[in-house]
């Protein structure tokens, strides 16, 4: 029973049942071969008082064995406390509730008959850790709410805000299109670049002076001579 309990880690079925049976072996062995007290008082005495010490010193090591068991079997009320509590089929209290019910049945099969052993302590140390697992999980829960909705009014507010933007724009600028067109005009054997975009209704022209450091290896035509005719190249974007 030891090394089941102690080694092992494991819980014993029945375990106050089989100590009850082991002990009062003992005691009916030390019955039949203890001598007959007859009407001797002191006999008779000195009987009961062998027989009360043979009975506590084979459960005092029981009762630490029960300690250990009802250690385990606390623990795994407690993982299905847990358990429970992850699902969303049963509440806290719901969950409460199952993981304490199993934890005193298994603690009353392990409990000798007509003994000493209690396992409220045990129970109590139960019920207030998973009330602090409870406390704990409701209040991460109120955080992750109260994130989400932070989260939702600030999108709401940058959905506002563009909402203010596009009809400053069509104000100021009329009715935007949904094309966006863009033109790149390199001129020949030059380093003059020439951008043309329209973009939400407004046109944009840019001249800019870029050295074409990659012409030597295109060629002796350079890359104007490579694109397209008129030396044109496209893009265009639509937004739907």
């Known amino acids: 029973m030891r090394r089941t309990i102690v ?12 100590s009850d049976t082991l002990c009062n072996q003992a005691l009916e062995e030390f019955a039949v071969s203890a001598p007959d007290a007859a009407d001797d008082s002191m006999s008779a005495s000195i009987y009961d008082r062998k027989l009360e010490e043979l009975e506590n010193s084979i459960d005092a090591p029981l009762q630490v064995l029960y300690l250990r068991q009802l ?21 806290d209290y719901e969950a409460m509730l199952l993981a304490d019910s199993k934890f005193t049945t298994d603690a009353e099969e392990s409990t000798r008959e007509g003994s000493d052993w209690d396992f409220a ?18 209040k991460l829960k109120e955080v992750q709410v109260k994130g989400a909705q932070q989260q939702s009014t600030a999108m709401q507010y940058l959905q506002q805000q563009q909402q203010m933007i ?20 390199r001129i020949p054997d030059t380093n003059f670049n020439l951008n043309g975009s329209y973009q939400q209704g407004r046109a944009n022209i840019q001249l800019s002076c870029v050295p ?3 012409a030597p290896m295109l060629g002796p035509n350079g890359f104007t001579s490579g694109v397209g005719p008129g030396n044109l190249g496209l893009s265009v974007n639509l937004s739907v």
């Open 7 to 18: 080694e092992e880690g494991a819980c014993i079925p029945a375990f106050g049942v089989r």
């Open 212 to 214: 074409d450091e990659f």
């Open 166 to 185: 596009q009809q400053l724009q069509m104000q100021l600028y009329g009715q935007s299109s949904p094309w966006n067109v863009g033109v790149a005009y």
């Open 71 to 91: 250690a385990l079997v606390r623990e795994k009320a407690l993982q299905q406390y847990r358990a429970a509590a992850r699902t969303s089929e049963a509440s």
């Open 121 to 138: 302590a045990e129970r109590t140390h139960l019920q207030s850790v998973m009330n602090d697992l409870a406390s704990s999980g409701k």
